[in-house]
């Protein structure tokens, strides 16, 4: 059985990448910039802003798997997106007008939860609107896309938080989160396979019974622990270089760490294009190689480098790092998952094991840095992606063009799902 290839309205894809513009910016809230307002604004003490983003970012990685569970058996994917960016929308207002410790910890911790729908939701909805063989280039597309829109997030969040006092920033939010649900409702539902999107799509062409129960095998595992490992790595050498600009730059320490985060971005725009142009011809695991391969030499390098605006220069290994890793775990997890039907959900645990890494990431580099220095917390950084990048290139098979079953997989499951 032979499926025609999807042909989604034009009104679709511009909406979809509008979605990708703005949702992915909203979807934290107001990120980063929400310790510079707990610690300027409010005042608080580090244990108490420790407190809350641990608590949030606990909450988010709980809530991860289940998310994706969830995208996977719902049908219009893009509405439960503009429900998420509604909620996250609403937490802001109450959190920017009733800044108390309880309202910011119940209000990050339910943007964290409502954010996890995010992710997964687009990528299913690419997935669903152009197929397989349109996906490689759309999830570029959307990365390329949502660098951008991140450029625009952080110049606007920097400049009025700088402007107008780190409360503004709330607002700020807010309007975004406006053309994002206008975005996510502009899709049609015809335009987007169910099948599909969720990624069923190889047990119809086959005509045969789902495939549940042999699709989480030694290979998604090996993926999942390097991407573990990539952020563990990564995560906390921006909140590093963030800390040393911070005792340099004083009151522009805000300004600079937008500038890093633009940088990231305006990197990762050409990267998230080239990747999906050539993913198509080329094998998955050189460009994984390459996007795992940046990681140490950027953590070794940050080792040369103390002004701020050498600091910040080397974000670019970060965009083109992040730009390989973003594109290509997804486009992996999707070869893996293959006939599952349970594409989103292994998305939801990739996010997972993203998240669970940074949060420890942040814990061990402070610590480190604390007790030995920020010269030893890079090299340890640098020695957790050397092993990542190790792991990953002696353990991690090729997945590109696979079309065996998953009960050929290397291995016995340890996960077994019914399908949705």
């Given at each position: ?318 965009g083109i790092g992040a730009g390989i890793f973003g594109v290509m775990l997804t486009l992996t997890i999707g070869d893996l998952t293959r006939g599952s039907g349970h594409f989103n959900f292994a998305l939801g645990i990739g996010a997972a094991c993203v998240g669970l890494g940074a949060a420890l990431s942040n814990l061990l580099a402070g610590t480190v840095a604390h007790l030995a220095g920020y010269g030893m917390a890079f090299v340890l950084l640098a020695a957790i992606a050397a092993g990542a990048l190790t792991l990953f290139a002696l353990a991690m098979p090729e997945t590109r063009g696979r079309r065996d079953s998953m009960a050929n997989a290397p291995a016995a499951p340890v996960l077994s799902t019914a399908a949705p």
């Amino acid at each position: 059985m032979t499926n025609a290839a999807p042909s989604p309205s034009r009104r679709s894809l511009r909406a979809l990448d509008a979605l990708a513009f703005f949702a992915p910016d909203i979807q934290g809230g107001v990120g980063p910039f929400l310790i510079v307002f707990m610690a300027g604004t409010l005042a608080w003490d580090p244990q108490r802003i420790g407190t809350v983003m641990f608590v949030s970012a606990l909450v988010g990685l709980a809530v991860q798997a289940p998310a994706g569970a969830l995208i996977d058996s719902v049908r219009h994917k893009p509405r439960w997106i503009a429900g998420a960016v509604a909620l996250i929308a609403a937490c802001l207002v109450v959190m920017a007008n009733w800044p108390g410790y309880g309202v910011i910890l119940a209000g990050q911790s339910l943007i964290g939860a409502a954010g996890t729908l995010v992710a997964p939701a687009i990528a299913a909805t690419s997935l669903g609107m152009v197929g397989r063989a349109g996906l490689d280039a759309r999830v570029g597309r959307n990365a390329a896309i949502t660098a951008a829109g991140t450029v625009l997030w952080a110049l606007g969040t920097g400049w009025v938080g700088h402007a107008f006092g780190p409360q503004a920033m709330f607002f700020y939010a807010v309007a975004m989160a406006l053309p994002t649900m206008a975005a996510a409702m502009l899709i049609r539902s015809r335009d987007v396979d169910a099948r599909l999107a969720r990624g069923a799509d190889a047990e119809a062409q086959a005509g045969a019974a789902p495939s549940a129960g042999r699709w989480y095998d030694r290979r998604l595992v090996v993926l999942l622990v390097c991407a573990f490992l990539f952020h563990l790595a990564n995560a906390a050498m921006l909140t590093l270089v963030a800390q040393k600009v911070g005792t340099r730059a004083g009151t522009s320490a805000t300004l600079w760490l937008s500038a890093g985060v633009i940088v990231t971005q305006l990197v990762t725009i050409p990267i998230g294009l080239a990747v999906g142009r050539w993913a198509p011809r080329l094998a998955r695991k050189p460009i994984f190689l390459a996007g795992f391969g940046v990681l140490p030499v950027r953590g070794l390098l940050y080792l040369l480098a103390d002004s701020p605006a050498a600091l910040l220069s080397l974000q670019v290994l970060d965009g083109i790092g992040a730009g390989i890793f973003g594109v290509m775990l997804t486009l992996t997890i999707g070869d893996l998952t293959r006939g599952s039907g349970h594409f989103n959900f292994a998305l939801g645990i990739g996010a997972a094991c993203v998240g669970l890494g940074a949060a420890l990431s942040n814990l061990l580099a402070g610590t480190v840095a604390h007790l030995a220095g920020y010269g030893m917390a890079f090299v340890l950084l640098a020695a957790i992606a050397a092993g990542a990048l190790t792991l990953f290139a002696l353990a991690m098979p090729e997945t590109r063009g696979r079309r065996d079953s998953m009960a050929n997989a290397p291995a016995a499951p340890v996960l077994s799902t019914a399908a949705p």
